[in-house]
């Protein structure tokens, strides 16, 4: 490690972000993020649409961030 680094402690996750992050209802979340994943992939498939993860991602991403702004 260089001198002007700072070393950042890590962390196990409990395998659920929002409640790792203390957001209230994070089952409810998490949950609701997996039911929206499987929607837009069903959603790119019965399209036509070659659907892959990172669209997915990039999808929801912006919502959920905005979810964890307002908390």
Known sequence: M????????L????GNV?????????EEA???LAQQI???VQ???NSGENIHAEIVFN???AK???MIDES
């Open 43 to 45: 959603e790119g498939c």
């Open 18 to 26: 929002f409640a790792d992050l203390g957001l209230p209802d994070a």
């Open 11 to 14: 962390y196990a996750g409990s």
């Open 2 to 9: 260089m001198d002007d680094e700072k070393e950042i402690p």
């Open 30 to 32: 998490l949950a609701r």
């Open 64 to 66: 959920y961030k905005a």
């Open 38 to 40: 499987k929607r837009q």
């Open 59 to 61: 999808r929801l991403s």
